[in-house]
Nanobody, 125 residues
């Protein structure tokens, strides 16, 4: 009933770009903080970026600052992650998540209640 679906993953060459989308069904995103997370094989899930319900505040992990941009279109019930200058170390399954209370940190997975199933991103050298 409350569902998030990611899309836009794929294979890109080093230095290339992808735009990921996260679309909600069963609820509207306008009152939710949305986070993007990623998990590579053998590694823990890490926070990538998050955005407030209004879109007025965003936060990024140091590893992606200057390369990734998070945005939202509440009218379309969708949040985006634009990824530029991709590196092999960016390869992972990317997840979006939602919470209706402002999180303390924003990039901690345990702060979020609703999760998508993920979309695979691969970067070749």
């Amino acid at each position: 009933q409350l569902q998030l679906v990611e899309s836009g993953g794929g294979l890109v060459q080093f230095g290339g770009s992808l735009r990921l989308s996260c679309t909600a069904s069963g609820f509207t995103l306008d009152h939710y903080v949305i986070g993007w997370f990623r998990q590579a094989p053998g590694k823990e899930r890490e926070g990538v970026s998050c955005i407030m319900s209004s879109g007025s505040f965003t936060k990024y992990a140091d590893s992606v600052k200057g390369r990734f941009t998070i945005s939202r279109d509440n009218a379309k019930n969708t949040v985006y992650l634009q990824m530029n200058s991709l590196k092999p170390e960016d390869a992972a399954v990317y997840y979006c998540a939602a919470v209706n209370i402002v999180p303390s940190e924003g990039l901690a997975p345990d702060e979020y209640d609703y999760w998508g199933r993920g979309t695979q991103v691969n970067v070749s050298s």
